[in-house]
């Protein structure tokens, strides 16, 4: 599994410093995320595969080039909603599919209540949601995704638990990892430390 950490990226680790900070409120937190996801879209699409194309300037015929692959987000419910604005402002060709997964809280097994994505075959995915803990979401999102057979499989965090990168390295060696962060540890009740909290909880307000 290939994963890249933005450790050095100056802007984001201060954002990412705002967002965890318990003052910071719902609609603050929810730019913030927002501005995060910006970041991270801009970064990650500098690597996208291109194919050559035609484009008539107002002057003369020159070559262009054109993303070479269909992209296809995917937030993870409900906090990976909180990345989508981001990425989606900057690739709004791309097609958004949903996946609902919701962590039980005794067991910390993923509870799966929604599923709805285009065609996947052949497409680059980018699968989007903010906390990555146990990777018991992001595993089972994957186990979903792909037996489609998708061109490339990228997975974006913000925050990562060094137990949860292990888990999806061993699991899915084919898929890339993104994360703002890599943080200590997971508490006892599954909590990324030092971490930001719930994610879903500090976005929506619940
Ligand atoms: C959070 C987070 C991830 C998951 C990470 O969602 O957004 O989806 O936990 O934990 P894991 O790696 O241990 O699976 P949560 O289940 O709290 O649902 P929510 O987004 O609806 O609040
Ligand atoms: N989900 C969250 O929102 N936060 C964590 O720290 C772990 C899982």
Redesign the pocket.
């Known amino acids: 599994m290939k994963i890249k950490s933005y450790e050095k990226h100056a802007l984001l680790q201060a954002k990412i410093t705002a967002l965890r900070s318990k003052d910071t409120p719902p609609p603050i937190f929810a730019r913030i995320l927002h501005e995060i996801s910006l970041i991270l879209c801009a970064d990650i699409s500098a690597s996208l595969a291109l194919q050559s194309c035609k484009v008539e300037t107002p002057l003369q015929t020159t070559q262009g080039f054109k993303l070479r692959h269909r992209l296809v987000l995917i937030p993870?419910?409900?906090?990976?909603l909180g990345m989508l604005s981001g990425f989606h402002a900057l690739l709004p060709e791309a097609a958004v599919g949903h996946i609902g997964?919701?962590?039980d809280h005794d067991t910390?097994q993923?509870r799966f209540y929604y599923y709805k994505v285009p065609p996947l075959a052949g497409s680059e995915i980018w699968l989007l949601?903010?906390?990555?803990?146990?990777?018991?979401?992001?595993?089972?999102a994957l186990q979903k995704i792909l037996p489609q057979k998708p061109e490339r499989v990228r997975a974006v965090s913000v925050i990562a638990?060094p137990e949860?990168i292990r888990r999806i390295r061993k699991k899915f060696p084919q898929v890339f990892l993104h994360v703002g962060v890599i943080d200590k540890k997971l508490n006892d009740h599954?909590y990324i430390l030092p971490g930001l909290g719930?994610?879903?909880?500090r976005c929506f307000g619940?």
Not at 198 to 201: N, S
């Open positions: 993870i419910l409900r906090a990976g997964v919701e962590r910390l993923p949601d903010p906390m990555l803990a146990t990777g018991g979401s992001l595993e089972f638990a949860g599954g719930d994610a879903g909880d619940t």
